[in-house]
Nanobody, 123 residues
Framework: QVQLVESGGGLVQAGGSLRLSCTAS????????MGWFRQAPAKEREFVAAINWMGGSTDYADSVKGRLTISRDSAKNTVYLQMHSLKPEDTAVYYCAAKWGVRSTSTHAYNYWGKGTQVAVSS
């Protein structure tokens, strides 16, 4: 059973930085892909970034390219989302997700989800 636990959210001023962590437990993750998604109030959950555990290739939503970076630490079974130059529109609950196989930008492709961590960016 895959379990995902996010941490690192909080309140930050516009232009600031945060690093989110997602610690995964369960099977070996070498054949999995990990994703970060976010959901703002009254909006649908949307793709942010994804990474293939094997090889480390990544994908990003256009709205975060150049500001957010996804990475993984295999020794710690942890995926990170480093966020710089944060904007008020980045305010949302951020979710970590896992799927078998290669990365995807679709929420429907992911089988396992964490409970989320709140990020709030003040103007």
């Amino acid at each position: 059973q895959v379990q995902l636990v996010e941490s690192g959210g909080g309140l930050v001023q516009a232009g600031g930085s945060l690093r989110l962590s997602c610690t995964a437990s369960g099977p070996a993750f070498s054949n999995y892909a990990m994703g970060w998604f976010r959901q703002a109030p009254a909006k649908e959950r949307e793709f942010v970034a994804a990474i293939n555990w094997m090889g480390g290739s990544t994908d990003y939503a256009d709205s975060v390219k150049g500001r957010l970076t996804i990475s993984r630490d295999s020794a710690k079974n942890t995926v990170y989302l480093q966020m710089h130059s944060l904007k008020p529109e980045d305010t949302a609950v951020y979710y970590c997700a896992a799927k078998w196989g290669v990365r995807s930008t679709s929420t429907h492709a992911y089988n396992y989800w964490g409970k989320g961590t709140q990020v709030a960016v003040s103007s």
